[in-house]
């Protein structure tokens, strides 16, 4: 069979894995951009699943332990939203209701029977992205090559997850080679953006952040090497985490550049609060996966760091906002969330200050370095299996291997065939940039006024909300934080306005891509984008970010009348 057969034949199987009976014969039509009320107003769902699927983290597992909702019911029901979610942006992959609605019969006769919970995670829906491994589904990568291989075994995740009690239920569509910051393959095709379809959701884990956007999951499990876990919660108005390397098992995904480690990628939490990260991070930490994953760092889960006694005990904090990073200047709505976020931690009492971008160039340009090295190469060895074309642009109007490379800013541009010893030259500076910017941070000390350095910084996710499919080509705000192996956290704030966010008047530029952006930045173009910030923490400052972000969570959420703010 050709390549093209081989993916008719696996969207045949998708599609038939579908319940016929949660299929809708009237959806909203392709000029309809903003689906976002669409899975309430359907009629596929029961009142009891419209308030199960309403609910955040917290609510549902309180709910499933006290059995007033069972886990047949609560996955029952965040399945059919799915699959609403699934026939407006294509965000889904592998669909097993079957199997889920077993795993979730045993968990509630495991509590009817042992009268507790299993875990802390008990009875919860969990998504996954593509990539994570379940025995006996497959995990394409969004390549074709990949179509037909099915999972021997669970990715490590997936066994610490049942352990503590959840179902996993669906996985989600990525780009190929997961090394896009949108979601488009030669399997699935492009998942959209549910709050304007005519832009980008974002990726690599598009498919997690338009399925959780649309409530069709309480919780999903993305990876970040670059952006990939920030990029789509920005992007679709979701709270996402990206952690530390070696804080969540990674062992037994699929992955790209794998034997690559020096820029690790890193599996994190997807929600539609705070407290769905929260659990999610606490539960898997306890479980200790250190004994499973080799590469997991035995470092327990600690309340004195999420109460933030190392930070003055979560009074007063001080942060550092990054405005820009002196290469290309955020559109009119980042800088107007910015102002927000500042505006609402001085009333609450906190202090700012301006955080100078330091050698962010070069710890850019060593990223594309790094994966430059051999990302073509792996690429291609993949993509030969079946004779698939490497997708070289996430435009709609081609995806052939003629038209000219834009990935991520072309990193393959960047592969010059390094020898060992002159990657050995890049991977030293890296650790040197990493030496260098500690003593940065730790200098602050000296002008925040707590007798600390700056607690946490808050920075842009992009330059721009979710932009039209195709132009997300700057990574620089997300990835940055990758080579650095910050922890960083994305929280919602506001949407792009077309009377608050108008064009401003053009400023000096500091290079042809920031002119790029300002020119093709108008508010009508950007309708109802979601705006973010992320909340960058130092490296396995996972417990003290979160409770750092939900200071300035609730502080905006105090403001919100004044702000403007969609929460």
Wanted: aromatic residues 8%; negative net charge; contains cysteine.
């Amino acid at each position: 069979m050709t390549w093209k057969e081989v993916v008719s034949e696996k969207q045949k199987r998708q599609l038939a894995s579908i319940p016929q009976e949660w299929t809708l014969a009237d959806l909203p039509s392709k000029d309809h951009l903003d689906v976002t009320a669409f899975p309430d107003s359907c009629g596929l769902l029961t009142p009891t699943e419209l308030e199960i699927t309403r609910s955040e983290v917290d609510s549902l597992l309180s709910r499933l332990a006290n059995g007033e909702w069972t886990s047949v019911e609560v996955t029952t029901a965040f399945y059919k939203r799915a699959i609403i979610a699934h026939q407006l942006t294509n965000c889904l992959t592998e669909i097993f209701v079957e199997k889920a609605l077993a795993k979730a019969a045993e968990r509630d006769a495991y509590l009817k029977e042992a009268g507790k919970v299993l875990g802390p995670l008990h009875g919860l829906p969990v998504s996954l992205k593509d990539q994570i491994n379940i025995k006996g589904t497959e995990s394409t990568m969004g390549y074709v090559s990949w179509i037909g291989t099915f999972a021997e075994r669970n990715a490590v995740l997936v066994d610490v997850l049942e352990s503590l009690g959840a179902v996993p239920f669906v996985k989600t569509n990525v780009p190929q080679t997961l090394m896009w910051g949108e979601t488009f393959n030669n399997v699935f095709g492009r998942t959209y953006n549910p709050h304007n379809r005519s832009l980008t959701s974002g990726g690599s884990s598009g498919g997690e952040g338009a399925l959780i956007a649309l409530r069709g999951s309480p919780l999903g499990i993305g990876s970040d090497i670059g952006g990939s876990i920030r990029i789509p919660s920005s992007f679709c108005g979701t709270y996402g985490l990206r952690p530390s390397h070696g804080r969540v098992p990674y062992a037994g995904c699929v992955n790209s550049m794998e034997g690559q480690d020096s820029i690790m990628s890193v599996l994190g939490p997807l929600s539609n609060s705070l407290s769905g990260l929260k659990h999610f991070m606490k539960a898997v930490v306890d479980a200790k996966p250190w004994y499973r994953d080799a590469l997991v760092i035995p470092k327990a889960w600690s309340e004195e760091e999420y109460k933030l006694v190392n930070h003055g005990n979560g009074k007063s904090l001080c942060f550092g906002i990054l405005w820009d990073d002196r290469s290309v200047v955020p559109n009119p709505p980042i800088i107007r969330g910015l102002e927000m976020t500042k505006k609402a931690l001085l009333v609450a009492g906190h202090k700012v200050v301006d955080w100078e971008p330091f050698k962010h160039d070069a710890l850019s340009r060593t990223s594309y370095e790094i994966w430059g090295a051999g990302c073509d190469e792996d690429y291609r060895v993949v993509a030969q299996i079946s004779g698939e074309p490497i997708i070289s642009t996430m435009r709609p109007e081609g995806n052939s291997e003629t038209v000219k490379s834009e990935h991520n800013g072309d990193i393959s541009a960047h592969n010059g065939g390094l020898s060992a010893y002159q990657l050995w030259q890049v991977q030293k500076q890296k650790r040197n940039l990493r030496q260098e910017y500690l003593e940065y941070w730790q200098a602050t000390e000296k002008s925040t006024g707590t007798g600390r350095p700056v607690d946490a910084i808050i920075a842009p996710v992009a330059p721009y909300a979710a932009p039209p499919h195709g132009l997300n080509r700057i990574t620089d705000y997300t990835r940055i934080w990758n080579v650095l192996d910050y922890t960083a956290l994305v929280i919602p704030v506001s949407k792009v306005d077309e009377y608050l966010d108008v064009k401003k008047p053009p400023h000096r530029f500091y290079s042809d891509r920031d002119r790029k952006n300002f020119d093709q930045y108008n508010p009508e173009t950007f309708r109802n984008a979601p705006v973010a910030v992320q909340i960058v923490g130092r490296t396995l400052e996972e417990e003290a970010v979160i409770g750092m972000a939900e200071i300035v969570d609730a502080a905006l959420r105090a403001t919100k009348s004044q702000s403007g703010s969609f929460l």
